[in-house]
């Protein structure tokens, strides 16, 4: 949405979705997660503690740290 130029903003895409700014910036750094880590959840191998709530902590924005938290089974 915000790629396309639908919304202009995090604070215009969050107002359409009806949602907080924060979660809407929370959710979109998980288009940051590692290629490994984005399959590994998608065939069910991330690890237990590998939660959305975990992940919209924040994650490291280099894969190589993203792997040194999060080691996929």
């Not at 949405?1 to 903003?9: A, Y």
């Not at 700014?21 to 399959?39: F, G, N």
């Not at 069910?44 to 503690?49: A, F, I, L």
Request: glycine share 6%; hydrophobic share 45%.
């Amino acid at each position: 949405m915000l790629e396309t130029g639908e919304f202009g903003t995090v604070r215009e895409l969050a107002k359409a979705e009806k949602v907080n700014e924060t979660y809407i910036s929370r959710a979109l750094r998980l288009t940051l997660l590692a290629p490994d880590i984005v399959e590994a959840i998608l065939h069910g191998r991330q690890p237990e503690e590998m939660t959305l709530p975990a992940l919209m902590e924040g994650v490291a924005v280099e894969w190589a740290d993203q792997n040194g938290v999060f080691v996929a089974r």
